[in-house]
Structures are given as structure tokens and as C-alpha cells.
């Protein structure tokens, strides 16, 4: 895969994870109310699962979002600029948030695929805080070879 078509490939599929991702967070409340029949740890506890899901949907969606702007400037060959920093910083931040709540989903239902959720969104919060350190120096080394020429 040659790559131009990787970046095509990668901006379609971000924009589609942005754009399914709105439609199944707006929906949250009708599925689990559907699913509630199905699964009782769901109806047992429809309230406090919605609020769980919709928040860590959100910052999914934040996280996609920073992603795509991120992607903006890989795309115009310019991507060690101090937004990119910001944007993986908040990154980090909405990861280790999605973290936390899920953990709290541990008090209403206990399964080894929230712990993989917990750890995962863990490592990529640290990985994001790392990667906008290293994106910083970058910056900061473009900057000071930019004023030298």
C-alpha cells in the first residue's frame, strides 16, 4: 500500500469512526433500553449504564476529533506544531478520564473486557502525554531551525 493511498484510507476511516461514533452515542438511551431485555445488568442499572456510556462516548468522540486535526496537518506535511501538542495533551487527559469512569462501571458490573478497557485507555493516556512531549521538542527544534535560517 503505497502512501497516498494509506492516507486516504486513514482519513476515511477516521471520519467514519467520527461521524458512527455520534450515531451510536445520540442512540445510547434507545439501545440499551433494547438491550435491557436482553441483558439485565443493563435494565438493572439502565440510568447509571446510559450516563457511563454517553460520557465515555463523548470523549471518544474528542479523542477522534483531536485525531483528525491531527491528521489535517500530517496531511500538509506540517504536523510538529504546537496544536499537535495541545491536542495530544487533552488526548491523554480524555483517555485517562474514559479510565476512570469505566472503572466506576466496575460498581454495577464486573467483566474482563471493562478491565481491558480500563488498561488500554490507561496506556494510550500515557502514550498520548509522551508522544506530546515528543511532539514539544520537535516544535521547539523546528522553531529554533526555522529562526536560524
Do not use: H
Request: glycine share 4%; net charge positive; proline share 2%.
Amino acid at each position: 500500500m503505497n502512501t497516498n493511498s494509506l492516507t486516504k484510507f486513514t482519513k476515511f476511516f477516521l471520519d467514519f469512526m467520527f461521524y458512527c461514533g455520534i450515531l451510536v452515542t445520540i442512540t445510547i438511551p434507545l439501545s440499551f433500553k433494547f438491550l435491557g431485555n436482553y441483558y439485565p445488568n443493563i435494565s438493572n442499572n439502565y440510568i447509571a449504564m446510559c450516563i457511563i456510556f454517553i460520557l465515555c462516548g463523548f470523549l471518544a468522540l474528542w479523542i477522534i476529533y483531536y485525531l483528525r486535526r491531527i491528521f489535517q496537518t500530517v496531511i500538509a506535511k506540517d504536523c510538529f506544531v504546537e496544536e499537535n501538542v495541545t491536542a495530544l495533551k487533552r488526548m491523554g487527559g480524555a483517555s485517562f478520564f474514559i479510565s476512570l469512569i469505566t472503572f466506576v462501571r466496575l460498581f454495577f458490573v464486573v467483566t474482563p473486557a471493562t478491565l481491558v478497557i480500563i488498561l488500554v485507555f490507561f496506556i494510550a493516556g500515557l502514550f498520548s502525554l509522551v508522544l506530546a512531549q515528543v511532539f514539544a521538542q520537535a516544535v521547539s527544534y523546528k522553531q529554533e531551525n526555522d529562526f536560524t535560517i
